[in-house]
């Protein structure tokens, strides 16, 4: 088994595991049903393996027993990126940024988090018993926001996923450029 699927096995048989992560990291095991069936212009396979509150899903990349797999995130809205080159860098991040989907907004990394430590004040306590928990690195804001960006500008043309009924229109990126027109190559 992988790193990554030995992870995930460890977080789905562990409810205290799967639970923490839910609050504030906003990553759900449970919601594994994602609102469309999505394809990707290279034929990537995508595994549903958790969602958010919002309505979005986190997939892992690519056939099942593969080495490395990247976590694809997708919103409601039409929006996607990577956010994980496996889901070790994955689980990591919304850990440590579960405010990640506003990195690049106009609210700077303290601001972010000090609107999170309003709601939850023990929130960097209780980051750090998890990530030990999981055997995780522990990584300051800053370096975690730079390596989410660097994961996610990889995220065209191979991961960005297309809704399989809706004329195969591509998803919108959620950090950089949008992918340009239709690229899709496959049926």
Known sequence: MTPSATLLHRIEQTPALAG??????DFDITRRDPIDTLLTADGVPLHPMAGCDAGGTYYLCGPAGSGQRPVLYTDSEGRATLIGADLI???????????????????????????????????????????????????????????????????????????????????DLFFGEQPSGNTWRGA
């Open 20 to 25: 923490a992560l839910v609050c504030p990291s």
């Open 89 to 171: 860098e994955a689980i990591t991040l919304v850990v440590v940024l579960p405010f990640w989907r506003d990195v690049q907004s106009e609210f700077t990394l303290d601001e972010l988090k000090s609107e999170l430590l309003e709601h939850h004040p023990d929130f960097e306590a209780e980051r750090d018993r998890l990530l030990h928990a999981l055997d995780l690195p522990a990584l300051p804001e800053a370096e975690a926001a730079t390596r989410l960006l660097t994961v996610a500008a990889r995220t065209s043309p191979a991961y960005v996923p297309y809704v399989r009924d809706a004329g195969l229109h591509p998803y």
